[in-house]
């Protein structure tokens, strides 16, 4: 197949690029890349460099599936520039799939998010245990990230039918190792900060719930839904995730598995004050399983030893690549583009 992957140049987008390569598929890129064009070096894939606020429906030409990834990735980046985030996220996300609909790609497949789930009353539930949210869940999301991400599943849900075949997938918070590394996801965070200051900080104790996933997992999950019969997915949506762990488990994996390598590296833990949003909440991937007969495997040990292989430890100056961190990336760049051209944001 032909798989037209909006975003390809990101942290899932440069995997998920190899395994529908891995896969017999022919992916074509769209996106602004904003990370550049690194992650993708070596892969065999077309790129259109090109915003998805103007997708322009020739680029569906001979495309059997969409995959559909680009956008503002993280709850920081949308804050920062709300409108940019609505347009990108939201909006651009309803031109996508009207250009799909019109040019009869039928297939289509997108990256939402389980911080849909997050909400005030869950933020409340640290000493026990937040509800375990299903794809029935009535959901209240809060943050213009969720916000924009459950406006884009409502408008693709609206489109889908006997022609066009979408599936959405609630994607938990990713983990793991990628070409185009991001050290600002609670995971990697703590590795990079285990290797960096031998110290993480449990804000609040670290008692918060997330569900999550590892970035080889996400990607085999939208390879799946390429090959699924379409009963089984149109208008369908899927949490994604390995499995809820509490931030304190995470830390307490990472911090052990520093000290197993060699020379093993010890990593305090260390208490700090609960910060003034707290995300926490849980949610079931039960419908995965028994629906698509797909279940993540890939643990969070598994993946922080894959990561440990593959980073440098003994230079920590590595880690300093603002580029690895959306939100310093993005300021950076707007800072930048202001300075050459007043008014012409980067967004
Ligand atoms: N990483 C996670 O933990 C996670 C969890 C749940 C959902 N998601 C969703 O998965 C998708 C991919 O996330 P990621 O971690 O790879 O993020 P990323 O920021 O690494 O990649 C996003 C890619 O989209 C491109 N892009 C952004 N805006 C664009 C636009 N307007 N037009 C064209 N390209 C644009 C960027 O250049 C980048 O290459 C996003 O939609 C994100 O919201 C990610």
Same mark, same amino acid.
């Given at each position: 197949m032909r798989v037209l992957v909006t975003g390809g140049g990101g942290y899932i987008g440069a995997v998920l690029c190899r395994r529908l390569l891995d896969a017999g598929h022919q992916p074509v890129v769209v996106d602004r890349f904003f990370w550049g064009r690194k992650p993708l070096r070596g892969c065999e894939v077309e790129i259109i460099p090109g915003d998805v606020r103007d997708f322009n429906p020739g680029w569906l030409r001979a495309v059997d599936a969409v995959c559909h990834l680009a956008g503002l990735s993280n709850d920081p980046t949308a804050e920062y520039n709300t409108e940019a985030n609505w347009q990108m996220n939201a909006l651009g996300t309803e031109r996508v799939v009207a250009?799909?609909?019109a040019q009869g790609v039928e297939r289509f497949t997108f990256a939402s998010s389980a911080s849909i789930y997050d909400n005030e009353a869950s933020s409340h539930e640290l000493l026990r245990s937040p509800t375990m949210c299903d794809e029935t869940t009535v959901v209240a999301p809060r943050g213009a990230y969720s916000i924009s991400k459950k406006y884009a599943e409502d408008a693709i849900l609206r489109a889908a039918g006997p022609d066009f075949s979408p599936v959405i997938f609630r994607q938990g918070t990713v983990y793991g190792y990628s070409p185009r590394m991001r050290f600002d996801l609670v995971v990697n965070t703590f590795v990079k900060d285990a290797i960096v200051q031998k110290r993480l900080y449990l804000h609040g104790g670290g008692w918060m719930w997330r569900p999550l996933v590892d970035? +080889?997992?996400? *990607?085999?999950?939208?390879?799946?839904? %390429? *090959? *699924?019969? %379409? +009963? %089984?997915i149109r208008g369908q949506i899927f949490n994604v995730l390995e499995e809820n762990y509490q931030i304190r488990q995470l830390a307490m994996l990472v911090a052990g598995s520093l000290s197993l390598v060699e020379p093993p590296i010890r990593v305090d833990l260390e208490e700090a004050p609960l910060p003034k949003l707290v995300r926490n909440y849980r949610?079931?991937? *039960?419908? %995965?399983?028994?629906?698509l007969g797909f279940t993540p495997s890939r643990t969070v040990l598994e993946s922080i030893t894959g990561m440990l292989a593959k980073l440098p430890l003994d230079r920590i100056d590595d880690y300093g690549d603002p580029r690895y961190y959306n939100i310093r990336w993005m300021t950076l760049l707007e800072e930048f583009h202001l300075e050459q051209r007043p008014y012409a944001s980067i967004y």
């Open positions: 250009a799909c609909k970035v +080889e997992d996400v *990607a085999a999950v939208h390879v799946t839904a %390429l *090959a *699924a019969p %379409l +009963e %089984l949610m079931s991937n *039960a419908k %995965l399983s028994t629906v």
